[in-house]
Each structure stands twice: as structure tokens, then as C-alpha cells.
């Protein structure tokens, strides 16, 4: 993981306060009251703490949010930041506390009074998460983990609540790592690597390669990556810490999409190094199920591949035999990933008869139309499934937002001279997309497909992540095996 906060839980220690170097937090209620950590810090800095708590200005400041004294008189440290914190706060608010202090942090040193306050393990998942900074590939920055030390009443209670939270945020991170990476850095090759390192964590991994991927018929992937001098594969990772049927999570991994023969125009096409969000995502959720010991089955299948134009690439008008072996008329090859998606969700199927399945993918732009950056697009065949989700999502501030699927939309999936062609036009491109994927679901089987193309990258910063990958989607699906798929 790249550079993330090194959290510490200590006792309470007023005296240190007042040599603490670095930088200084304090958790004040709503009302301006403070509490012995407070006070003392209030004396320090000759009345200037109390009076800003207790002044006009406290009103305006939102709960989570923060005021900051730079280099506060009578103190070594060289800012104090009052953040507001209820006493009885929500996770939301509690995780907003601990991303404002991040942001305060800097590249230095934080010490945190939090005394007895609730929700510290998700102040704790805020700092961690908003800390994040990819800077693998910036050579004079600093690479080593910043140090945060959260003071508080009962440290051992605390590291004992927020461990299973700062498990789940180095998933994150890992998601963060790899949306983040630069195409000429993350290949097929380099992603699968990355995957068997999880090993160590005591998944099984097991990567299929291209002659594997033929002999089970897979036209539809290979014919995605026919183009690319990178070999397409699949991924498989198991978390077997139950019995029974898995869920399966299958991941988009386009590690690299130029549009294939369809060339993409040049203007963002930068961006498609995150065209393996959706692979990414599960990699992420498998890697904190690993860390925190899940008493769950996952498998976690990801499709990798590069979108290429070349003398070998997939033309428009091919025509391509999937595993399930329906065929499919390549109308556009920059509707790849549905292909890809196609044959790793028959597959998981075929061979794990799974509980459940989810697929991810940044798969269409129409998505983004329809919801902007704040939501992904939820699309489902069970209502219980679908609500347990949308019902997690909700419970860790990730925007997501179920949209239609009906019978009415096939008729644009029809094709002349195959069995279906892979894009149906602009209009409701988001759920013919998501109507070409049920054709590959068996009706027994409960299913999501999430469009994350807007959420798993973003041009600014948001509340727990700084501008770039986000993560999305990995809190949220640790939520819904938790509450539905353990033990």
C-alpha cells in the first residue's frame, strides 16, 4: 500500500501535550465545552483554544469539520486543530473527524486527544483512508507511512474496535495502488503477479492462461485482447473461511482501453488506466477478507486483458463464440469489457454453482450521463440481493443507485447475423450493457452488475479520498458479506 497513515492507539497523556512536535487535534462537542485535554490546551495557549470554541465562529464550523491555530502560543507543536465532534456522533460524521484531521496532517507528525469518544474506530478509518497519497512514482517524495497517535481512555478497547475497519482500509488502499498505476507498469503480467502475492495472506490464487482460456471456449475475452502483445488471463482468488456455495465477485480488468480498431479520440484517453476499476475493486474486497479473517466463502474472479489496436486486434463485424456459446455480432470493439465480463461470469458459474454473484466494471460512459460521480449504477434480476447491497452502500457513504432492466431493451441487442450484437446505440446505453450480461446469467442464479465508472476515479477530492482512484465499492461489499455471507 502506498504511504498510509501508521495509526497508534496510546493512553492519555495531558503533559505530552504540551511538547508534542508535529501537530496537535482535539475533538470538541458541538457546544464548545471541553474536556480536561481541552483545558489544559486552553491554558497553554493562554485562553486562545477557549475563546475560539466558545465565539460566533464555532457555530459555522459543520459537524466533522475543523479549525486550525497555526503555531498556537505556549505549545512546541506547530498547529492545533478543534475539530467538532458530537458526542454521540455517526459513523459518517466520525469518519469525516478523522478526514479532517488527515488533511491537517500534512507530512508531519499527529498526536489526537479523542479521550473517550465514540466511533474512534471510524475517526481512525477517516484518517486512514483520507491519509492515502499515491506517490510510488514521484522520486522526491516521501514513501514511509506519517505517524498518527490517537490518545484516548481505553487504547487497547480501541485498536481492538477499529481493527477489522483499518483492515478493510488496506483493501482500499490496494485498490487505490493498482487504479492508480500507469498502464506501462500494470500489465496483465504485473496485475496477475500482484494477485499471486496475495498468497501470503492465505488466499488461493490460481491464474488461467490464454491456452486455458481457448480450450474452455472463451472467444468472447481472447477476442478482447487479441490485439495486445500483453496474454490475457483470468484470476482466481479464493477466501474459503466457511462452508457453502461462495459469493462470486467478477472484476473488469482492461488494464489498458484504447478503443481497439473503435480507436477511443485522444482527448482523456489517459484515463483509461483505470479501466481495470472494476478488477481492482474485487482484488480489494478479497485482500481485506483476507486481513481480517472472514468467516466467509468469496471467490473473486477477475478477467484480464489489454484493448489494443494492432494487425491481430478484433475488427468491428467479427464475429466471436462465447463460453455459454452464444455468438456475438463485435458491433464497436470499444464495448469490450461486457465480452470480457461474459465469459468470467459464465465460468464463475459453471464451476462454483455460487450463492450469489457480483459483477464490477467502468463500463459505460452512458453511466456517468446518467448518474455523474456521486453514484454507481446498480442493475439486478433479485430484489433481496439488490437491497441488502444498495442497504451496505448506504451504510458507508458510497453512492450507488439501482436503474432499470426489462425485456423491452433486448430488442436493441438484436444482430443480423448472430446470435446478439454487443452495443444497442446511445440511447440507454447503460442497461442495454447491463441486459447484455443477463444473457450470460442462468436464472437461478442472483446477480448484480455495478457501473462504476464514475465513482472508481475521480477529478477532485472527496471526503475520504484525495483526487484519483477511490476505492469505491470495497467498504460497501465488505458490509454485505459481513451482514449477509458470514457464518
Known amino acids: 500500500m502506498t504511504s498510509p497513515i501508521a495509526i497508534s492507539f496510546v493512553d492519555t497523556d495531558l503533559a505530552a501535550l504540551e511538547g508534542a512536535q508535529g501537530k496537535l487535534g482535539l475533538l470538541v462537542s458541538p457546544d464548545g465545552k471541553l474536556d480536561p485535554a481541552g483545558r489544559r490546551l486552553s491554558r497553554l495557549t493562554r485562553g486562545a483554544l477557549a475563546r475560539l470554541v466558545e465565539g460566533p465562529a464555532w457555530e459555522k464550523v459543520k459537524p466533522g469539520e475543523g479549525v486550525v491555530l497555526n503555531w498556537p502560543a505556549g505549545l512546541a507543536a506547530a498547529g492545533l486543530m478543534a475539530v467538532k465532534l458530537s458526542r454521540r456522533p455517526s459513523p459518517e460524521e466520525a469518519r469525516r473527524a478523522g478526514a479532517s484531521l488527515a488533511k491537517f496532517k ?26 492515502y497519497d499515491f506517490t510510488t512514482h514521484k522520486t522526491g517524495e516521501k514513501d514511509q507511512p506519517q505517524d498518527a497517535r490517537i490518545m484516548v ?8 474496535a477499529a481493527a477489522a475497519l483499518l483492515a478493510v482500509a488496506e483493501g482500499v488502499f490496494f485498490t487505490r495502488d493498482l487504479i492508480n498505476e500507469p498502464a506501462n507498469v500494470l500489465t496483465t ?8 502475492g496475495m498468497r501470503a495472506l492465505g488466499l488461493e490464487v490460481e491464474i488461467l492462461e490464454e491456452a486455458d482460456l481457448a480450450k474452455m471456449g472463451m472467444g468472447a475475452l481472447l477476442g ?26 467478477i472484476g473488469k480488468g482492461v488494464v489498458f482501453d484504447t478503443g481497439g480498431i473503435s480507436l477511443k479520440p485522444p482527448g ?28 466467509a466463502h468469496v471467490v473473486g474472479l477477475i478477467g484480464l486483458v489489454e484493448n ?81 447491497f444498495l442497504k451496505a452502500a448506504q451504510a458507508e457513504g458510497e453512492g450507488a443507485w439501482r436503474m432499470p432492466l426489462g425485456a423491452a431493451y433486448d430488442e436493441k441487442l438484436k444482430s443480423r447475423i448472430a446470435d446478439m450484437k ?27 452488475h455495478l457501473d462504476i465508472a464514475g465513482v472508481a476515479s475521480v477529478k477532485s477530492d472527496t471526503m475520504l479520498a484525495p483526487k484519483g482512484a477511490t476505492g469505491w465499492g470495497v467498504m460497501a461489499l465488505d458490509r454485505l458479506i459481513r451482514d449477509h455471507f458470514e457464518g
Open 308 to 388: 489494443m489496436p494492432s494487425g491481430t486486434a478484433q475488427r468491428p463485424g467479427d464475429v466471436v463464440t462465447s463460453m455459454k456459446g452464444d455468438t456475438i455480432e463485435v458491433i464497436n470493439t470499444d464495448a469490450e469489457g461486457r465480452l470480457v465480463l461474459a465469459d468470467v461470469m459464465w465460468y464463475a458459474q459453471d464451476r462454483f454453482n455460487p450463492a450469489g454473484m457480483i459483477d464490477l466494471a467502468t463500463l459505460t460512459g452512458a453511466i456517468i450521463i446518467a448518474l455523474g460521480h456521486e453514484n454507481a449504477g446498480v442493475f439486478s434480476n433479485n430484489d433481496a440481493l439488490c437491497n441488502a
Open 422 to 448: 454487443n452495443v444497442g446505440g446511445r440511447d440507454g446505453g447503460a442497461i442495454t450493457a447491463a441486459q447484455f450480461l443477463q444473457r450470460f446469467v442462468k436464472p437461478e442464479t442472483a446477480w448484480i
Open 224 to 249: 478482447v485482447g487479441q490485439g495486445s502483445e500483453s496474454p490475457s488471463k483470468i484470476a482466481v482468488l479464493q477466501w474459503k473461511g466457511a462452508e457453502g456455495a461462495p459469493l462470486a465477485l
Open 268 to 295: 482523456g484517453m489517459e484515463d483509461m488506466t483505470m479501466d481495470m476499476g472494476g478488477a481492482g475493486v474485487v482484488a480489494g474486497v478479497m485482500h481485506g477478507l483476507a486481513r481480517r479473517r472472514a468467516p
Open 189 to 196: 503480467r504485473d496485475f496477475a503477479a500482484r494477485l499471486e
Open 153 to 160: 481512555a481505553k487504547p487497547d478497547e480501541a485498536r481492538a
Open 106 to 131: 500534512g507530512a508531519e507528525a499527529l498526536l489526537v486527544a479523542a479521550g473517550g469518544t465514540a466511533r474512534i474506530a471510524d475517526l481512525a478509518l477517516g484518517l486512514a483512508l483520507r491519509g
